[in-house]
């Protein structure tokens, strides 16, 4: 398998390829932090009683 990727990916695609599965992987986490980081903010206004700040 590892010469099939080398022979046929790696040349081709080599830098590409891995730079995108890193960036797919970076934005997955963010779009999976979002809404945490989000509700936390909400948690923190309403436990503060923060109504327009």
Do not use: H, Q, W
């Amino acid at each position: 398998m590892k010469k099939l990727f080398t022979c046929f990916m790696l040349p081709k695609y080599g830098t590409r390829a891995l730079m995108a599965t890193g960036a797919k992987s970076i934005e997955v986490v963010g779009d999976l932090l979002t809404p945490l980081i989000i509700a936390r903010m909400i948690d923190v206004g309403i436990t503060l009683g923060n109504i327009y700040d």
